[in-house]
C-alpha cells in the first residue's frame, strides 16, 4: 500500500474514527503527510508572493534594535531596515493555517483547491503584466484605471477557475505532490528576476 | 547582548558566531550531498535481489539533516543582523553588486528549502513509500542545492569581510 493512498485513504478513515474514537497511527501519519505537503506548496508560494507585495507581518530596525510591526519604512537615522524575518514568518503562520485546514476537508478537494491557488498565483501577476502592456502600447484612451492588481483580479480568477474545471482529477491527484518542486523552483525564479537589477549594473 | 560583550570583545563573538555557522554549514553539506548523491545513484542488483541504493544508511541523515538546516538557518538569520550593518552597506558602497545580488538571493534558498523541510522530514520516514520515491529524491535534491548555494554566496560574502578577510 502507498503512502499516497493511505493519505487518500486518511480522510475517509476520519469519518470512521468519530465511530472507533481516538484516531490510529495511520491516520495520524496520513494527516501529518497531507500537513507537510500542504505546509510546503503553501509556504513557498506565500513567500514568493509576499515578497513581492513586501507584506512583512514586522519590520526589524538593525541599527536602533526596534521592532514594528507590519510595513515600516525606516525613519531619518534609523538605518536600512529589514524585511526578510516578517516575510517568513508571516508565510509560516499563513502556511500553517492552510495546512491544518487541509487535514479536514476531502483528498480531492484539496488537490482542486491546490490548482486552483497555484494557477490563480501564476495567472494574477500575467494578467496584471497583460493590462500594463495593453494600457502602454495599445490603449487609445486613458487607461490608467486599468493599472491596479484589484482590476486584473477577475480575469485571473476566471481563468483560474477555468483551468481548476478543466484539469482532469486523476491529473490533479498525480501532480499534487509535484507542486512541492514546481512553486519554489517557480517561486526562485519570479524572486531571481526580481533581483537582476543587481547582476545588471 | 551586553553581559557577552562584557567578557569579549564584539567583533570576536561575532568572529566565532561565523565561524560556528561555518562549522555547521561543513556538516550540513556533508550530511545533504551524501544523501543526494544516494538518491541519485541508480539502485544496485546483486544475484536477483536488490540491494539497498547505497551502502549508506541515507534515511539516518534525515533528523540530522533537519535539525542542521533549522539551526543553521537560525544562526544565518542572527548573523544576518550584523551583515545588514556591517557588511552590505560597504558593499553597496564599494559596488559588490554580483555579491549583494546573490547573498539576497541566498535568502530566498534558504526560506524555499525551511518551507520544504516537514514533507522533507515525512517523506523520509520509515518505512519509505515507494509512491513517493521520485518526489522524495527531488526534493532531497533541492535541499542540496540550497544548501550549496547558500555555503558558496555565503563563503564569498565572509571573503568580503568576515572571519580571516
Redesign the interface.
Known amino acids: 500500500m ?5 493519505v487518500g485513504e486518511g480522510f475517509s478513515q476520519l469519518d470512521s474514527s468519530h465511530a472507533t474514537g481516538a484516531p490510529t497511527a495511520t491516520q495520524t ?1 496520513a494527516k ?2 497531507t ?3 500542504t ?2 506548496i503553501a ?2 508560494l506565500l ?1 514568493t508572493v509576499l ?1 513581492r507585495l513586501n507584506w512583512p507581518l514586522f519590520t ?1 530596525q ?2 536602533v534594535d526596534k521592532l514594528y510591526f507590519w510595513l515600516h519604512r525606516p525613519l531619518s537615522g534609523e ?2 531596515p ?1 524585511y ?2 516578517g ?2 514568518v508571516n ?2 503562520i499563513a ?1 500553517f493555517v492552510v495546512g491544518s485546514i487541509a487535514t479536514i476537508i476531502s483528498g480531492q478537494r484539496l488537490r482542486r483547491a491546490t490548482v486552483f491557488c497555484c494557477a490563480l498565483a501564476a495567472l494574477w501577476p500575467a494578467a496584471l503584466a497583460a493590462l500594463r502592456i495593453y494600457i502602454t502600447g495599445w490603449a487609445t484612451f486613458d487607461a490608467d484605471f486599468l493599472d491596479s492588481v484589484w482590476v486584473a483580479a477577475p480575469p485571473a480568477f476566471v481563468g483560474a477557475a477555468a483551468v481548476t474545471y478543466y484539469v482532469p482529477a486523476q491529473l490533479a491527484e498525480r501532480a499534487w ?2 507542486w ?2 514546481i512553486v ?2 517557480a ?2 525564479v519570479v ?2 528576476n526580481s ?1 537582476l ?3 545588471v ?1 | 547582548m551586553n553581559i557577552i560583550f562584557s567578557i569579549i570583545r564584539e567583533d570576536t563573538f561575532w568572529s566565532i558566531l561565523l565561524f560556528v555557522h561555518f562549522l555547521l554549514a561543513v556538516g550540513l553539506l556533508a550530511a545533504v550531498t551524501l544523501q543526494a548523491v544516494a538518491v541519485l545513484m541508480p539502485a544496485r542488483q546483486v544475484a536477483g535481489h536488490f540491494v539497498e541504493r547505497s551502502p549508506v544508511p541515507t534515511a539516518a541523515y534525515t533528523a540530522l539533516i533537519v535539525v542542521l538546516y533549522v539551526l543553521q538557518a537560525l544562526m544565518g538569520a542572527w548573523i544576518y543582523v550584523k551583515y545588514r550593518i556591517y557588511v552590505r552597506i560597504p558593499m553597496e558602497a564599494l559596488r559588490h553588486w554580483w555579491t549583494l545580488g546573490s547573498f539576497e538571493l541566498k535568502e530566498h534558498f534558504v526560506a524555499m528549502g525551511l518551507g520544504l523541510l516537514p514533507a522533507y522530514w515525512y517523506f523520509w520516514r520509515q518505512p519509505l513509500s515507494a509512491e513517493h520515491d521520485g518526489i522524495r529524491r527531488w526534493v532531497t535534491v533541492f535541499l542540496a542545492l540550497t544548501v550549496w548555494y547558500a555555503f558558496i554566496v555565503g563563503h564569498v560574502a565572509n571573503d568580503f569581510r568576515g572571519v580571516g578577510s
Open positions: 502507498t503512502q499516497t493512498l493511505d501519519s501529518f503527510g500537513f507537510a505537503i505546509f510546503g509556504f513557498t513567500y515578497e526589524y538593525p541599527a538605518g536600512p529589514m526578510w524575518y516575510w517568513i508565510a509560516a502556511a505532490t509535484s512541492l518542486l519554489p523552483i517561486g526562485l524572486l531571481g533581483l537589477i543587481y547582476f549594473r
